[in-house]
């Protein structure tokens, strides 16, 4: 039986339980920051679109990621992100990618949310960085299962 979308802990729940590992993609290192208590939502037939948001660095260190001064801004970026799908939608925060070239969070959530209304609001309120978004249909949340661990 399908969980009711009730249960699900807010976007930002201090509940859930993240872990995090590196690996490397296409010769350059990659942190993954998963959100384990997603794993109970995999696949939830009312959180079918995969909602990402990405954001060029500016500047990379020496290790090919975001120097400690630009990833304090885009940790601010991503609670600002958070803070504003809460208001707008149900959802789970599954995923964040850093590599030297940006940093993704992906969320799951419900269709029928506004998201070209959600990125211009982003967009306006972060002036020092490009948030690119892209949202697709990912049913079986297939990018949370190749990350996940």
């Known amino acids: ?16 339980k993240w872990s995090v590992r590196e690996t490397n993609y296409d010769g350059a ?14 696949g939830h037939a009312q959180l079918p ?21 630009e990833n ?6 991503e609670d600002l992100i958070i803070r504003y799908l809460t208001t707008q939608t149900r959802g789970i925060h599954a995923l964040v990618l850093t590599t030297g070239k940006m940093k993704e ?29 892209m949202a697709v249909e990912e049913p079986n949340w297939e990018s949370f299962q190749l990350f996940s661990f």
Not at 29 to 42: D, G, Q, S, V
Not at 72 to 77: A, C, M, P
């Open 105 to 133: 969070f992906v969320f799951y959530i419900p269709r029928n949310v506004d998201i070209q209304a959600i990125h211009e609001n982003i967009r306006q309120s972060v002036l020092e960085h490009n948030v690119q978004c």
């Open 72 to 77: 304090e801004t885009l940790n601010t970026v």
């Open 29 to 42: 290192p990659l942190f993954i920051r998963c959100n384990i208590t997603a794993e109970e939502w995999i």
């Open 1 to 16: 039986m399908a969980r009711d979308l009730g249960a699900l802990p807010y976007i930002s729940d201090p509940s859930c």
């Open 49 to 69: 679109i995969k909602l990402g948001f990405a954001v060029p660095l500016q500047l990379s260190n020496e290790h090919g990621l975001p120097n400690l001064n």
